[in-house]
C-alpha cells in the first residue's frame, strides 16, 4: 500500500519535473565545471611578466580571474585578448594587501595576462583565471 501513494500521477510529474530542472542545472554549469583554473605566480614584482591561458572548449563566452597577494607599491594587471590589442580589463592594483577578483563577457578561446610593474619593488601575487 504505501507503494501505490509513492507512486501516484501527482508524486511522478514532481519525480519528472526535478529530473528535466536538475538535468537544465547540469547542462549549463557543464562547461564551468569541465575547465580548470589556471594559476600564475608574480614572485618578483618589480619584473614584467606575461601569461597565457586558453579555454578546452571551441568557443568561450566568460573569463573570470582574481589577484591576490601583497606588494610594497603600485602596479597594474591587464587581461587582453590574444591579438593584444583588444584589452578586455585593468586592475590598478594599491600598495598593500591586494584582493581583487571580477568576471567579464570573453569570445575568444586564448587570452593573455599582463603583469606591469609600477612603483611595486617586493612582494607576491598569485593570479588565478579561468576561461570557459
Known amino acids: 500500500m504505501k507503494w ?7 508524486n511522478v ?8 530542472i536538475g538535468l ?7 562547461p564551468y565545471w569541465m575547465e580548470d583554473e589556471r594559476v600564475f605566480e608574480v614572485a618578483d614584482p618589480s619584473q614584467a611578466y606575461m601569461f597565457e591561458d586558453s579555454s578546452r572548449s571551441r568557443h ?3 573569463v573570470e580571474a ?3 597577494g601583497h606588494l610594497d607599491g603600485t602596479a597594474r594587471v591587464e587581461i587582453y585578448y590574444p591579438d593584444t590589442i583588444h584589452r578586455v580589463w585593468t586592475f590598478e ?5 591586494i584582493d581583487s577578483s571580477g568576471r ?10 599582463d603583469y606591469i ?3 611595486a619593488k617586493k612582494g607576491h601575487l598569485t593570479i588565478k583565471t579561468k576561461v570557459f
Not at 501505490?4 to 501527482?10: G, M
Not at 567579464?104 to 595576462?113: A, K, L, S, T
Open 104 to 113: 567579464w563577457d570573453f569570445y575568444d578561446r586564448e587570452v593573455r595576462i
Open 13 to 20: 510529474a514532481k519525480l519528472i519535473i526535478a529530473f528535466f
Open 117 to 119: 610593474p609600477g612603483t
Open 93 to 97: 592594483l594599491p600598495a598593500g594587501r
Open 60 to 62: 568561450a563566452d566568460v
Open 66 to 68: 582574481s589577484i591576490t
Open 24 to 30: 537544465a542545472f547540469f547542462l549549463l554549469m557543464w
Open 4 to 10: 501505490r501513494s509513492l507512486f501516484n500521477a501527482d
